[in-house]
């Protein structure tokens, strides 16, 4: 299915710095929970991720991530999630979207 150009920019996605990562054991799948720095504009935000098999905690903190900021709220067991982190999927890995290199919190995707 083809989309327009004005449906590709309803996706916000920006930029982010996880900047704390928890386990998630309510999860029915394994994943992490993780709270992400958009910068200034966008803020804080949490959000669930199953990418357990590939990443350690101590692997995601500080390291920045691809979300999709503009989705409604999502409650996964006692969590809300806030964001969509994004990655390519291939089964139950997860590989993480990011950027070549360093670059400012809340950064547009586009």
Do not use: H
Not at 1 to 8: A, G, H, K, S, V
Not at 55 to 60: A, S
Request: glycine share 6%; hydrophobic share 45%; net charge neutral.
């Amino acid at each position: 299915m083809e989309i327009t150009w004005d449906d590709f920019m309803k996706v916000e996605m920006r930029v982010g710095t996880i900047l704390e990562v928890n386990d998630f054991p309510k999860a029915r799948k394994p994943a992490y929970q993780l709270t992400i720095d958009f910068g200034e504009e966008i803020g804080i935000r949490k959000s669930s991720a199953q990418v357990t098999k590939r990443y350690t905690k101590e692997e995601l903190l500080n390291r920045q991530v691809i979300a999709v900021v503009n989705f409604p709220k999502k409650q996964i067991a006692n969590f809300m999630s806030e964001c969509l982190v994004m990655g390519a999927v291939d089964g139950d890995d997860v590989i993480l979207i990011a950027t070549e290199a360093r670059v400012k919190n809340g950064l547009r995707i586009g």
